[in-house]
């Protein structure tokens, strides 16, 4: 009996040592949740630190290279109890194009020789925006499908976003409500006059997008 009351003290005190291991091991509560009822109708301002564009295509058929589009402003409109009638405005720097390969970077933005047109965007790039003009929400999920003037390179063209909707809540670094979204789009860079080496370099360029907006 001596025995069985030793071994119960011991499992009851190995146990309470390990709760708060075992505590640590449980999933925090993050402040943005997948919860749509958490949106609150309002104009949002784009978080320009936590808000990106990145890009992907293919060279000479043997692997994608990609980077990134940052400090971006927009703004978006939107009432979750008609989420059809939200209204998209960005605006995308492209002057602050990121790769992790300075040769790369320099070849992006580099003038045009002996006064001949850039390879790709050239030195003073003009930023590029992104103004809806329909959304269709699939009300079965948080996805939906953004359609959009894309003026790129002073080339306005519609491009499709699919999009779907990751997380709402109050900020607790600026105390802002933030809702965030994901999408992804598919444009032809020729379409926009960016179309050199094509179909070296490949014309299809995949966009990924991750943003957050914070209530004004």
Do not use: C
């Not at 940052?70 to 602050?96: F, M, N, Q, W, Y």
């Not at 390179?153 to 809702?179: E, M």
């Amino acid at each position: 009996m001596r025995r069985a009351t030793l071994v119960s003290a011991a499992t009851l005190a190995v146990a309470a040592a390990a709760a708060p291991l075992l505590a640590d091991q449980q999933p925090a509560l993050t402040p943005g949740q997948m919860d749509a009822s958490l949106v609150t109708a309002g104009t949002y301002s784009a978080d320009p630190t936590h808000t990106l564009v990145g890009w992907r295509l293919n060279h000479l058929g043997f692997n994608d290279y990609f980077g990134l589009f940052g400090s971006i402003e927009g703004t978006l409109k939107i009432d979750p109890a008609h989420p059809e009638d939200a209204t998209l405005a960005v605006t995308i720097p492209v002057a602050r194009i990121t790769t992790a390969s300075d040769e790369l970077e320099e070849h992006l933005m580099r003038p045009g020789k002996d006064g001949a047109a850039p390879d790709f965007f050239g030195p003073e790039p003009a930023a590029a925006t992104f103004v809806s003009t329909t959304v269709t929400v699939d009300s079965a999920s948080d996805h939906a499908q953004i359609t959009g003037d894309l003026t790129l390179n002073g080339v306005t063209r519609p491009v499709t976003i699919a999009a779907q909707f990751t997380g709402a809540g109050a900020n607790p670094l600026s105390g802002k409500q933030t809702v965030g979204f994901e999408g992804t789009a598919m444009l032809k860079r020729s379409e926009f006059g960016l179309g050199n080496f094509v179909p070296l370099v490949s014309d299809e360029v995949e966009l990924q997008i991750t943003a957050a907006f914070e209530k004004q």
